[in-house]
């Protein structure tokens, strides 16, 4: 149990469908942030939030990418008209506090476009 | 130039054996840095992190740092089995407050009995 709490673990959606991903994070922390994972590379930075703020977006996130975080608790991070292209592992990640400690992820949502 | 640089792999080591694992990244300004793990299908999980040059030990595994050659590096002593997995390095961008982590492609590990 990593304590960031990630649903759902798996989706499979067919193109054009819009999808929603939840975060929880562990209580206290108040960073958060979405990643992707495509099969073969790293985790891409797609989005941050300290509190409920969004203090950066990735500029290769398209419009069709939106996240929101409105208490400064859970998160959202919604997909509107999927494409394959989409299908992807997205993380969360959250820290606590300030300074440079690491990242605590999440399990995962598996999100595959048919 | 990506950011943060890894070999691929896979790298196979026999069991027992000395696994290194290398990362080159291209801020000079980034100030913290993270080996973690990641098995096939689930999430990455931190392993170590550094912050200053030299070599930063626990248990099994020690980091390496070298600011001046924006190098980092993972060593795996008496490396076993379960130790096969992916490892990905990830330097820290920005600054204060603001911690926003890239990821190299990671580097796959093989380790044979």
């Known amino acids: 149990d990593t304590g960031v709490s990630q649903n759902p673990r798996h989706k499979i959606t067919k193109r054009g469908q819009n999808v929603t991903f939840r975060c929880d994070p562990i209580s206290e922390h108040n960073r958060l942030y979405w990643y992707r994972q495509t099969l073969g590379q790293g985790p891409e930075f797609l989005t941050y939030?300290?509190?409920?703020?969004?203090?950066?977006k990735s500029r290769l996130l398209s419009d069709r990418f939106s996240a929101e975080r409105p208490k400064g608790s859970f998160s959202t991070l919604e997909i509107q008209r999927t494409e394959q292209g989409d299908s992807a592992m997205y993380l969360c990640?959250?820290?606590?506090?300030?300074?440079?400690?690491?990242?605590?992820f999440g399990n995962g949502t598996r999100l595959t476009v048919t | 130039q990506k950011e943060v640089e890894q070999n691929s792999g896979p790298l196979s080591v026999p069991e027992g054996a000395i696994a290194s694992l290398n990362c080159t990244y291209s801020d000079r300004g980034s100030q913290s840095f993270f080996w973690y793990r990641q098995y096939s299908g689930k999430s990455p999980e931190l392993i170590m992190s550094i912050y200053s040059n030299g070599d930063k030990e626990d248990g099994r595994f020690t980091a390496q740092l070298n600011k001046a050659s924006q190098y980092v590096s993972l060593l795996i002593r008496d490396s076993q089995p379960s130790d096969s997995a992916t490892y990905l390095c990830?330097?820290?961008?920005?600054?204060?407050?603001?911690?926003?982590?890239?990821f190299g492609a990671g580097t796959r590990l093989a380790v044979h009995p």
């Open positions: 990830a330097v820290n961008i920005g600054e204060g407050g603001y911690n926003k982590l890239i």
């Open positions: 939030f300290q509190n409920e703020a969004q203090l950066e």
């Open positions: 990640a959250t820290v606590q506090g300030f300074g440079n400690s690491p990242l605590h």
